[in-house]
């Protein structure tokens, strides 16, 4: 096709004419060309005129050729460099551009190394090798949602990648990262591995929060709540926020209280019962740290080490000390107080236009019931008539007669139910012992059958 780079105007136009080869003819590539072999060309004067130079002058113009030997001389160098210099230990010179010298929010994509055995907790102090710098900070670990929320997470990942930010210098974007979390020899030592993404002025990572609260006071739709806020400047945080309840009822965060206890009000679709518990689900920001300590490794005496802070556990093992519990995330015994609800009282023109099967239907006659215990009915003494004491006295010797019979045929029947059992077993065992024999006799005939007839081939 033609129109290969069209649009530069006349001077500098690619328009091909009908035939003219792509690449070959192009009028705009053949002034490229042109202008790369005239910049070739005065290259190779500026270096031959060069050569008659003496050393020092060729290389004020172009620069010492790689390979050469030179003297550097450094200034503004702590004493401590000097002083504990080991030159059985190389240093290696390197250049940073103008950007790379300022410090801020870095953003990278990393994943914990497969050999490293124990997962990386969030705002654990990392050592990071990025570039020419070697450096210590606190990374935040968080993941991206599918709606681009920033969740935070507190360890990392077992076998895939997650994100992290930290401060640190800003470097350009695809920069390959190494973390390390110690600096003993007895283990792998790398701890991650991980490439820059971006240098994010502004980086907005969330936590869940839930708050729990309850309702003092109820009204028909709206309800005053309590203990979920600690003051009316938090409330204005909040207004508009969703509310639910444990039954499942919505609500909103409606203005707080003129009390500055922290107490609202808030209006819902349903009446709420005065045992609800309104739940508050929200995202809120989580501070990103700011530490920032270079690797001083060449100020410090040699075998001594450089001054790094350590993580929480290497602390805690060194004084011996136990990990601290936090009250709050114990978990306790649940104590509910019994609910009792008022029995459902249906009006009486309301009955009348239920149908009669939806109809509450009359109790049963009182005589019937068992009366409730410390009632006067119970309470009240039962005076009998000789004939009924009588009648009463024959259907307990009924009972008791029963009741006898009863336990003499169970003891019976526990009796020949042991005696069927003892047969069963001694018949089994006997029928067992003839099957048994019957086999041994059939393979001895088999064994002699097969047996003669094997001496019989053979000779």
Not at 177 to 182: A, D, E, G, I, N
Not at 330 to 349: D, H, M
Request: aromatic share 6%.
């Amino acid at each position: 096709g033609g129109g290969g780079g069209g649009g530069r105007g006349r001077s500098g136009t690619s328009a091909l004419r009908p035939g003219q080869e792509l690449f070959e003819e192009d009028p705009w590539i053949v002034e490229q060309r042109r202008q790369q072999a005239e910049q070739r060309r005065r290259n190779r004067e500026l270096t031959e005129s060069l050569a008659s130079l003496p050393p020092d002058e060729r290389a004020a113009v172009q620069g010492y050729a790689p390979g050469s030997y030179v003297r550097v001389v450094l200034t503004q160098v702590p004493c401590e460099l000097p002083r504990n210099f080991e030159p059985r230990f190389p240093l290696v010179l390197g250049g940073l551009l103008s950007g790379e010298e300022r410090l801020g929010l870095v953003s990278m994509r990393v994943k914990k190394h497969r050999w490293h055995k124990k997962v990386l907790k969030s705002q654990d102090p990392l050592t990071f090798s990025v570039g020419w710098r070697r450096f210590q900070s606190l990374p935040l670990y968080y993941v991206q949602d599918p709606n681009l929320r920033l969740r935070h997470i507190k360890y990392t990942p077992e076998h895939m990648h997650c994100l992290a930010a930290f401060h640190g210098p800003q470097v350009p974007p695809n920069t390959g990262v190494l973390c390390f979390q110690t600096d003993a020899r007895k283990s792998f030592r790398i701890s991650a591995t991980g490439v820059v993404l971006e240098v994010a002025a502004n980086l907005k990572v969330v936590k869940k929060l839930k708050l729990v609260g309850s309702p003092f006071k109820v009204f028909k739709n709206t309800a005053f709540i309590k203990d979920m806020f600690t003051s009316a400047l938090e409330v204005a945080k909040f207004e508009g926020a969703a509310l639910r309840t444990v039954s499942g009822v919505r609500g909103q965060v409606k203005r707080a209280l003129q009390a500055d206890d922290g107490t609202f009000r808030a209006t819902f679709e349903d009446k709420l019962l005065r045992s609800d518990l309104v739940l508050l689900k929200a995202w809120v920001p989580v501070p990103l740290p700011t530490l920032y300590n270079p690797v001083s490794n060449l100020l410090a005496p040699h075998g001594r080490g450089w001054l790094r802070m350590r993580t929480g556990a290497e602390v805690r093992a060194e004084l011996g000390a136990a990990p601290r519990v936090n009250a709050d995330s114990l978990y306790k015994p649940i104590e509910r107080a019994p609910r009792r609800f008022n029995k459902l009282a249906v009006p009486k023109a309301l009955q009348a236009a239920l149908p009669y099967k939806s109809k509450p239907k009359l109790d049963a006659p009182s005589a019937a019931k068992k009366p409730r215990k410390g009632s006067l009915k119970a309470l009240r003494a039962v005076v009998a008539e000789p004939e009924e004491r009588a009648a009463a006295k024959l259907m307990q010797q009924v009972h008791t007669m029963y009741n006898e019979r009863e336990r003499k045929r169970k003891r019976s029947m526990e009796v020949r139910r042991a005696a069927h059992a003892k047969k069963a077993a001694r018949e089994e065992g006997e029928r067992r012992e003839e099957q048994r024999k019957r086999y041994r006799e059939v393979h001895a005939r088999m064994r002699a059958k097969y047996g003669l007839e094997g001496g019989q081939g053979q000779a």
